[in-house]
C-alpha cells in the first residue's frame, strides 16, 4: 500500500523587495496512514510553510513554489493539480487545525454557520437540518457541553481552550483522512494543553486519520509522534521514530533542542539555551546552516557544500556535520 503522503523536494521561497527567502527548502517525507508525525523546529524553521505549501496557502506572490511534489493518496499531487481538485480535497480530506483560533474563526459569524460550511462545501445536496445535527454532534464529541446552545454563539464567547476544541470539530466533522495540527495548543494552560492533544488522538482514532503535529515543543510530540522530523533553516535535519529522536539523537541542533526542555534540568540550575540565532534565511546557505550560528563550533567540512543526508538506520536519518555545541557553562558565559 503506497504512503497516504509522499513529498519530494519540497522547495518554496518568498520573492520579497529585501531578498528571497528560502523558507522550505528540499523538504522531503513520508506518511503513513493512520501515522502521527511530527514537525518540530524554532519559529522561521519552516514547519508551518511546509504545510501551507501542500494546500495552496501560501500568499502567491510574494510566495512561490520553486519545485517538488507532494503526492496524495499514491495518485493526486497537490503541489501541481488544477485548483479545483486541490479545493475539493482540501477540507474534506486533508483538514488543519490553524494556530490560532480567535484568528481563525470568524468573529462575525455564528458557531453553527462556520461548523456547517464544510459540510455544504463537499456534501453537495445534504439539507440543513442534516448539518446541523452532525454540528451539534461535532461540539459534543469535542467535549463541549450543551452543544445544542452553544452552537449558535459567537467565536468571543467561547474561552481559548474552547475555541481550539471548536476548531477541532470543524477540521475533524468532514472524517478527513489527515489532520494538520499547526501548534493546535500553543498560548493555553498546561491543563488545557494537554485536554486538546488528548482530544486530537481520540479523534485520530475515531476517524483512523493520520496526523502532521507542528509544534516547537519536543515534550509535546514525545508521547503523541511516531515519527518525528526536526527543521532548521527550512531544511530538516533528523528524521526518525519517537526512540531515534529522543533516545539516540545524533544531530547538534537536535541534541541541544533536547537539552533545553526544561523537564531535563536539574533543580537550581540554570537552563540550558541554543546559542545564537537562526540564519538569515534571504541569503544564500551554501553548507551546514547550523555552522553559521554564532557559539557553534564547526570544522569547516561543510562551509562551501550542502551537507548530505545519511541513513544511520531503517529508521533514523541525519544531516551530517562537524558542529560541536558549547557547554553550559560557555553558554552563560556569553549571555
Known amino acids: ?29 513520508t506518511l503513513n496512514r493512520g501515522e502521527t508525525l511530527g514537525i518540530v523546529g524554532e519559529s522561521g524553521s519552516g514547519k508551518s510553510v511546509t504545510c501551507y505549501s501542500m494546500l495552496g496557502l501560501i500568499p502567491m506572490p510574494p510566495g512561490r513554489i520553486e519545485k517538488g511534489e ?62 446541523l445535527k452532525r454540528a451539534i454532534q461535532a461540539l459534543r464529541e469535542v467535549g463541549i457541553t450543551e452543544p445544542e446552545r452553544r452552537l449558535h454563539s459567537y467565536p468571543h464567547e467561547f474561552s481559548g481552550g474552547m475555541r481550539q476544541r471548536v476548531m477541532i470539530a ?31 488522538k481520540e479523534r485520530q482514532r475515531a476517524n483512523d486519520s493520520a496526523v502532521i503535529l507542528i509544534t516547537h515543543d519536543l515534550g509535546v510530540v514525545a508521547g503523541m ?29 537536535t541534541v541541544a533542542l533536547k537539552r533545553s526542555i526544561p523537564s531535563l534540568g536539574t533543580k537550581g540550575k540554570p537552563l540550558y539555551t541554543i546559542p545564537g540565532l537562526p540564519p538569515d534565511l534571504s541569503k544564500p546557505i551554501p553548507g551546514d ?27 533514523h536519518w541525519v544531516r551530517d556535520s562537524d558542529c560541536e555545541l558549547p557547554s553550559l557553562e560557555e553558554v552563560l558565559d556569553e549571555c
Open 289 to 315: 546552516a547550523f555552522a553559521l550560528r554564532k557559539g557553534v563550533r564547526s570544522g569547516g567540512k561543510y562551509d562551501h557544500t550542502p551537507p548530505p543526508m545519511i541513513q544511520v538506520s531503517d529508521t
Open 70 to 131: 507532494a503526492v496524495f493518496d499514491g495518485t493526486t499531487d497537490l503541489l501541481n493539480c488544477p485548483a479545483k481538485v486541490l479545493q475539493s480535497i482540501r477540507g474534506k480530506r486533508i483538514s488543519m487545525i490553524f494556530q490560532d483560533p480567535m484568528t481563525s474563526l470568524n468573529p462575525y459569524l455564528r458557531v453553527s454557520t462556520q461548523l456547517m460550511e464544510p459540510l455544504f462545501l463537499h456534501e453537495k445536496g445534504i439539507a440543513k437540518k442534516e448539518a
Open 170 to 200: 470543524m477540521a475533524m466533522i468532514t472524517h478527513p483522512e489527515l489532520l494538520i495540527a499547526d501548534e493546535p495548543s500553543t498560548a493555553l494552560d498546561v491543563t488545557v494543553q494537554a485536554q486538546i492533544l488528548e482530544l486530537i
Open 1 to 29: 500500500m503506497p504512503p497516504l503522503l509522499e513529498v519530494r523536494d519540497l522547495t518554496t521561497y518568498f520573492h520579497t523587495r529585501n531578498g528571497v527567502v528560502r523558507a522550505v527548502d528540499g523538504v522531503s517525507f
Open 225 to 253: 509522534c511516531d515519527r518525528i522530523n526536526v527543521m532548521y533553516a527550512g531544511r530538516i535535519v533528523e528524521s526518525g521514530t519517537a526512540d531515534d529522536i529522543f533516545k539516540r539523537a545524533k544531530h547538534p541542533y
